[in-house]
């Protein structure tokens, strides 16, 4: 049971690129999540997905954009990098919202130089 | 508003040292939900535990345990006999539950924890 993959692992961008961060999950969760790690601070959520076609911004989305085609993928796409988007990415899931515990994948460390 | 206060930015022990993590929360439901996650070195989040906010009795797991009271708003969480393997970042989080629409998990800021030799 792979649990919450997430690829790639780290990549460097410079400004103006696209790119997407790749997230799957295996484990049937409705719920999925995108958030973003900078140093020294907590989580903070980018964008979230209650099932397939159905998404929605979290608390820092400007810059960002997602979709949700089937159940078990959730890509995050930066359309043109910029610095302050260096950080690192986690995708989570959770079979339902708030009560129940959301499973993180490793991670994608990003720097924009 | 939803917030979750973690006052100790890094704790540096001593191998085999009893060592407790703050957490402070505020809301204003009466049912919310607090977690505990773990990300070492290696930079993944480790679920560690789930207590939701009727539930007051203390959890043991190991050399874990969680302390929650809900009359100080606190979920401190405490390792007995710490080990080198212990060194991680700890977060403390918060998520509030209601009928319809999303409930966010608020993150704490994290404590750092060095266990030494």
């Known amino acids: 049971n792979a649990g919450v993959t997430q690829t790639p692992k780290f990549r460097i961008l410079k400004i103006g690129q696209s790119m997407t961060l790749q997230c799957a999950q295996d484990?049937?969760?409705?719920?999925m999540y995108w958030y973003r790690q900078d140093p020294g601070m907590g989580l903070k959520l980018i964008y979230y997905?209650?099932?397939?076609?159905?998404?929605d911004k979290g608390e820092v989305p400007n810059g960002y954009n997602v979709s949700r085609s089937t159940t078990e993928d959730f890509p995050l796409r930066l359309e043109l990098a910029a610095p302050s988007q260096t950080s690192v990415y986690f995708c989570a899931s959770s079979l339902y919202q708030g009560r129940e515990t959301q499973y993180f994948g490793p991670g994608t460390r990003l720097l924009v130089l | 508003a939803q917030k979750v206060t973690q006052a100790q930015t890094e704790i540096s022990v001593v191998e085999k040292e009893d060592v407790t993590l703050d957490c402070v929360y505020e809301?204003?439901?009466?049912?919310?939900?607090l977690f505990w996650y773990k990300q070492p070195p290696s930079g993944e989040l480790v679920f560690l535990i789930r207590?939701?906010?009727?539930?007051?009795q203390n959890e043991i797991s190991g050399r874990y345990s969680w302390n929650f009271q809900k009359s100080t708003s606190s979920f401190n969480f405490t390792i007995t006999a710490s080990q080198v393997v212990d060194s991680a970042v700890y977060f403390c989080a918060l998520s509030e539950f209601f009928s319809g629409g999303y409930n966010k998990l608020i993150f704490g800021a994290g404590t750092r924890l060095a266990v030494h030799p």
């Open positions: 809301t204003r439901d009466t049912t919310y939900y």
């Open positions: 997905s209650v099932g397939a076609g159905i998404t």
């Open positions: 484990m049937n969760h409705n719920y």
């Open positions: 207590r939701n906010s009727f539930d007051e």
